[in-house]
């Protein structure tokens, strides 16, 4: 982060956003206790980001500095027929947050013996949890990078509540994915979700990670999400962030990988006013393979940014990304994707594709492929293309009858479904669908 | 077929065109009735395609004048979309490549489309499956065709069998198929001609383009027209193909030019 003197906005923007972690409520856990207290002094000693820092030189939170913070000590009320909607159907096991607050009432937990998932705060004082309670201890604000990043810092600086999942060794969960919702209803303006996910040896589970806004106004999603996955497992992460467009969303995911294991994201990005997602896998083991498949779309004043980063540390890696835009209005996507081959990681075989499209004049794209290879026996294939919709090909749909929306919409999702089709939760893929298709029709019509 | 007492589908009145401010149509006239086949020939450039393209709003030409008049429609005052729906269609010559949406999705929400601007029942995916593949066993496609991306890396013969299947589907009242036998072998000219002819009625009717004569073996024209420089220079029957084929276009024009002067 920024070594320059910050202006008075940005600390008092850093002051009012760490200043509620003094009253975290007092716990007997005194690990969790020295983690909160060490990233609140990280969080107090770094500054908050501008576009002067090479990371964010694009995406300007001069807006977010100016916005006031409230904290809520529970979350606002949420009408539950507003939330069943929000809830995909393949997922039985659902953890929901209020403003940054678990919900318990809303919250659905399936017992199973090998399977642990709930609410830290809970957690630490269930018996159930007791022999689980040495990995989270480990894993817990120690794979995200709290040390550099001033958000991840202030948000572990509140860590009380956060979703936690521990899939013991050798438990499949198959199909069934697990939801972990995060609802904003304007009833206060800042939150710090938290989830950590924890795949034993050999396990196998799916994650959906959701952030959802039912209030409109604007408010500041600070998220942390960390995945520990063991030797041999295997863990699907869906990110969805459908936030306001008046929201700032800010979220830092870290994925740390063990020998033969195998990680498959899809985060989809469509709300926010700006919105910024770093992605951190750190292949740290032999013969792992990860893939990544990013979508952004945007309209409007949105600005979407993804910063991602692959450390290919160790030999036999295997990584495909692709990362695809789709903006218009005024709308810009910024995409940095880093590709570390370190010097022993000797047969990596890496790609990653950046395909954007614009959708109107005003739409802009920055894209930015960043290969840093150390090793000298590796594969690594990298692309960008940055294009429009073509109108042959909208005559073509029109000549055969589609109006002039239903052409766009359908050849946007086109472009979209090589991101969407294999997320391997239908209703998911059904609610982007929908989403896709309405919004160009109500934005872009 | 020409029947005296056919209405009359298609009439085309001094129709003008440019494309970049560059005239390619400078006057057609032309009449189609419901039964009716016309072939549309003439050497490269003589605005054949334009013409084509033109009946079905193509956005790249500006029409400069003339009328063109659709059952008891002003067809250049209606959308691409418009016309499709009450019943033009083009078959195109290059038909275009849409990766990532799948033919047979597209050609449900087409027909669905359509039907719906008729007035007609909408079929849902099971019910339209069954329709489909009766269609297309009539062209001889295999059905792995539907889960295929739009043309996108279709052979040529192959993409012209999709615009003859998306042609019985839709149900043209006019039909306009410009080049439809190029890139064909004669196993597949056999195969989309038979399909054209057992789509063809009395109540629709159907406009060919074409560079040459092979195609009129297999779809019999009721006219022939010629067309050079913008304009029809000469109509006839059958007959006159088979007089092209032999001797080429040049004696058309220059007796055209010899009857102007």
């Known amino acids: ?240 962030q459908r936030e306001a467009d008046t929201a700032f969303h800010i979220a830092n995911t870290t994925v740390l990988m063990q020998d033969n294991s195998r990680y498959r994201n899809w985060s989809v990005g469509v709300g926010g006013r700006i919105s910024r997602h770093n992605l951190h896998v750190v292949q740290d083991g032999t013969g792992i393979d990860c893939d990544m498949h990013g979508l952004a779309m945007i309209s409007g004043r949105q600005l979407a940014d993804t910063h991602s980063s692959v450390d290919h540390a160790l030999p036999y890696g295997a990584s495909r990304q692709v990362h695809k835009t789709i903006a218009g209005g005024s709308a810009h996507a910024v995409f940095n994707g880093k590709i570390l081959v370190r010097e022993g990681a000797q047969q990596t075989n890496s790609s990653q594709q950046s395909r954007n499209l614009l959708l109107s004049q005003r739409a802009k794209v920055d894209t930015k492929p960043q290969l840093e290879i150390f090793a000298d026996d590796v594969k690594c294939a990298h692309g960008a293309t940055v294009g429009q919709i073509a109108a042959d090909e909208v005559f073509y749909l029109k000549s055969r009858g589609l109006s002039e929306t239903a052409a766009r919409n359908l050849l946007t999702y086109a472009f979209a479904k090589e991101v969407v089709e294999h997320i391997p939760v239908a209703s998911v893929i059904a609610v982007l669908e929908n989403h896709i298709l309405e919004q160009t029709r109500t934005k872009e019509a | 077929m020409i029947k005296d007492n056919a209405s009359e589908v298609l009439k085309v009145q001094g129709l003008t065109a440019t494309v970049d401010n560059r005239e390619i149509l400078c006057g057609i006239d032309l009449s189609v009735r419901a039964g009716e086949v016309h072939a549309i020939m003439g050497p490269n450039g003589s605005g054949k ?74 079929l849902d995916p099971l019910e339209f499956d069954d329709f489909i ?32 299947l998306q042609m019985a589907l839709l149900e043209p009242r006019l039909s306009i198929l410009d080049e439809t036998d190029s890139g064909l072998d004669i196993d597949a000219l056999r195969i989309v001609a038979n399909g054209v002819n057992q789509l063809h009625t009395s109540e629709d009717a159907i406009v060919l383009v074409t560079h040459y004569q092979r195609l009129l073996n297999y779809i019999e024209p009721d006219y022939v027209h010629v067309m050079e420089n913008g304009r029809i220079i000469k109509t006839g029957d059958k007959g006159l193909a088979l007089q092209l084929e032999d001797r080429g276009y040049d004696w058309v024009a220059q007796e055209y030019r010899e009857r102007a002067a």
């Open chain 2, 49 to 122: 395609s334009t013409f084509a393209k033109v009946l079905v709003g193509h956005p790249a030409y500006e029409v400069t004048g003339g009328m063109v008049r659709f059952d008891d429609a002003d067809l250049l005052e209606l959308s691409p979309e418009d016309r499709a729906r009450r019943g033009v269609f083009l078959g195109f010559q290059y038909p275009v490549e849409v990766p990532g949406v799948t033919n047979g999705g597209f050609l449900r929400l087409a027909y669905n489309t359509v039907q719906s601007a008729r007035g007609k029942e909408e």
């Open chain 2, 133 to 164: 593949r009766e269609k297309m066993e009539l062209l001889e496609m295999d059905p792995g065709f539907l889960e295929r991306s739009l043309n996108a890396g279709f052979s040529g013969g192959e993409k012209k069998r999709n615009e003859i």
């Open chain 1, 1 to 240: 982060m920024s070594t320059v003197e910050s202006n008075p906005v940005e600390s008092d923007f850093l002051a009012s956003l760490l200043a509620p972690a003094a009253q975290t409520a007092e716990g007997h856990d005194l690990w969790l206790k020295a983690r909160r207290a060490s990233a609140l002094e990280r969080a107090s000693a770094l500054s908050v980001p501008t576009t002067r820092d090479e990371d964010w030189r694009f995406t300007d939170l001069s807006m977010l500095y100016r916005l006031k913070l409230k904290a809520a000590d529970a979350g606002g009320q949420v009408d539950s027929a507003i939330l069943t909607t929000l809830m995909f159907p393949e997922a039985t096991t659902r953890l929901v947050f209020v403003d940054g607050h678990f919900d318990r009432s809303a919250s659905s937990i399936a017992q199973e013996e090998k399977v642990r998932v709930g609410n830290l705060e809970q957690a630490l004082r269930d018996s159930a949890w007791r022999s689980t309670l040495g990995e989270v201890e480990s894993r817990l604000a120690t794979v995200a990078r709290v040390e550099h990043d001033v958000f991840a810092a202030a948000n572990t600086a509140f860590l009380r509540e956060a979703a936690i999942v521990h899939v013991a060794a050798g438990a499949q969960l198959g199909d069934t994915p697990i939801q972990v919702i995060n609802v904003a209803t304007g009833h206060a303006t800042g939150s710090n979700p938290r989830v950590l996910v924890v795949a034993g040896q050999g396990s196998g589970c799916t994650v959906i990670e959701d952030y959802v806004a039912v209030g409109g106004s604007a408010y500041f999603t600070n998220s942390v999400c960390e995945i520990a996955i063991g030797p041999d497992a295997e863990v699907h992460h869906i990110k969805l």
